[in-house]
C-alpha cells in the first residue's frame, strides 16, 4: 500500500510503499478514508536528529477517519464496514488516568513505549492503518468523513481546552482567540456553541480574520504589537476571562498574558515553544497558565456530537495522498485556510 512517511531528519515527507498491515489480536484494520494534516507534524519533522524521540521511517497523520476492513481475534463490538472515527491519544487503558478516559493524560505510556498514530506509531496517512483496540474507535453515525476527521484533533484539542474554561465564561465575559487557522477557527465556533461570551480573534492577515468573522467571532483584530491594546479597549480595559493561544510562539504567549483579566485562565494550546513567566505581579492576580494536551475519549463523542447538530464545521482542502507532501509544503508557508484533509483511496 501507499502511504506518506518522514523518513529522514530535515527532509520532506515522502510518499512511499509499504508493506499492508494485517490485524492481530484484539487490533482493528482501518481503510482510511481522510487523515488530517496538522501543524503538530510540522513541528516534529522540525526537531533536530538529537532531541527526535521516534523511529524512522513514521507514517504521519494522527487524525483519521476510515472503514473497518477487517477484524482481529477476540475483537467484538464492530463489524466490516463500519464508519469509524479514530481517537488519537492511545494509553494504556489501565491506569488511573486511562480509567477515567483520559488516555491523553495516560500515566504509563512513555513507559510502556505507547505513542499514538502519527506521533511514534503508524498513522493514517496511509491506504491502511492498524488500531491497536476498538476502545480506540468512536463510530461516525453519519457524519461526513472529511468534515469529522479534524475533529479528531483540531475539534478535540480546543474543545477540551475551552471545557475547562466554561465557568468564567459567563454572559458578559469575553474570550479571545489568537491563531484562527485549524484549530482556532474550530475553536471560535465552539466558543459561540457552548457560551456567552464575546470572542475576539487575533491573526496575523485578513484573510485569516474574514474566515474568523465567517464562523462567529465578534470581533477580529490584527496580531501586532498593537493589539494587546485593542483588546484592552475592547474589553473597557479590563481585558478577557479567558485567552486561548493556538500558535504558542514566543510573540503570541507574551499577548495572551497582556490581555488576560484578573482571574483569568490563559491556555497555551499551540506548539511554538513559547513560555509564559508566572509570578506574582507578573500577570494579573490569579491568573491560571495551562498547558492541555489532546482531550479525553468522552469528550470526542461530545465533539461529534455538537457536529451532528450543526454547531461545528471545518473549513477543509482536499488533496489525494501523492499531493500530501504539498499539502504539507502549504500549511508550512501558511497558505492553508482552515484544515488540509488527505483522501488516501480517494
Not at 507514517?59 to 476492513?69: D, I, K, P
Not at 492511545?90 to 505513542?115: D, H, V
Not at 495551562?290 to 456530537?305: N, Q, T
Not at 471545518?314 to 504539498?326: F, N, Q, R
Request: hydrophobic share 45%.
Amino acid at each position: 500500500m501507499k502511504a506518506l512517511q518522514y523518513r529522514t531528519i530535515g527532509a520532506a515527507p515522502e510518499v512511499v510503499t509499504v508493506p499492508d498491515p494485517e490485524p492481530g489480536p484484539g487490533q482493528v484494520l482501518l481503510k482510511v478514508t481522510a487523515a488530517g494534516v496538522c501543524h503538530s507534524d510540522i513541528a516534529v519533522m522540525s526537531w533536530p536528529a538529537e532531541n527526535f524521540p521516534y523511529a524512522l521511517p513514521l507514517t504521519l497523520g494522527h487524525e483519521g477517519v476510515g472503514t473497518v476492513a477487517a477484524l482481529g481475534a477476540g475483537v467484538t463490538g464492530l463489524r466490516e464496514g463500519d464508519s469509524v472515527a479514530v481517537y488519537g491519544p492511545q494509553g494504556c487503558g489501565t491506569c488511573p488516568k486511562c480509567a477515567q478516559g483520559k488516555e491523553n493524560y495516560c500515566l504509563r505510556a512513555t513507559e510502556l513505549g505507547i505513542f499514538p498514530p502519527g506521533l511514534g506509531a503508524p498513522g493514517s496517512m496511509a491506504e491502511y492503518m492498524l488500531v491497536s483496540h476498538p476502545r480506540h474507535l468512536v463510530p461516525l453515525d453519519g457524519l461526513d468523513p472529511v468534515a469529522a476527521v479534524p475533529l479528531t484533533d483540531a475539534g478535540l484539542s480546543p474543545y477540551h481546552a475551552i471545557k475547562r474554561s466554561l465557568p468564567k465564561l459567563v454572559p458578559g465575559s469575553n474570550a479571545v482567540v489568537i491563531g484562527t487557522g485549524g484549530l482556532g477557527h474550530v475553536a471560535i465556533q465552539l466558543l459561540r456553541a457552548m457560551t456567552a461570551a464575546r470572542v475576539i480573534a487575533l491573526d496575523v492577515n485578513e484573510d485569516k480574520l474574514r474566515l474568523a468573522r465567517e464562523v462567529g467571532a465578534h470581533e477580529a483584530v490584527l496580531s501586532d504589537a498593537e493589539a494587546p491594546a485593542k483588546v484592552r479597549e475592547l474589553t473597557g480595559g479590563l481585558g478577557a476571562e479567558a485567552v486561548f493561544d493556538f500558535v504558542g510562539m514566543e510573540p503570541t504567549v507574551r499577548t495572551a498574558g497582556a490581555v488576560a483579566a484578573v482571574e483569568a485562565d490563559v491556555t497555551i494550546v499551540g506548539l511554538g515553544g513559547g513560555t509564559l513567566p508566572v509570578g506574582f505581579g507578573v500577570l494579573p492576580f490569579e491568573v491560571s497558565v495551562m498547558a492541555p494536551y489532546w482531550g479525553s475519549r468522552s469528550e470526542l463523542i461530545e465533539v461529534l456530537d455538537l457536529a451532528r447538530a450543526g454547531a461545528v464545521s471545518v473549513h477543509t482542502e482536499t488533496y489525494s495522498l501523492d499531493e500530501a507532501p504539498l499539502a504539507y509544503e502549504r500549511l508550512h508557508h501558511g497558505k492553508i485556510n482552515g484544515r488540509a484533509v488527505i483522501l488516501p483511496n480517494g
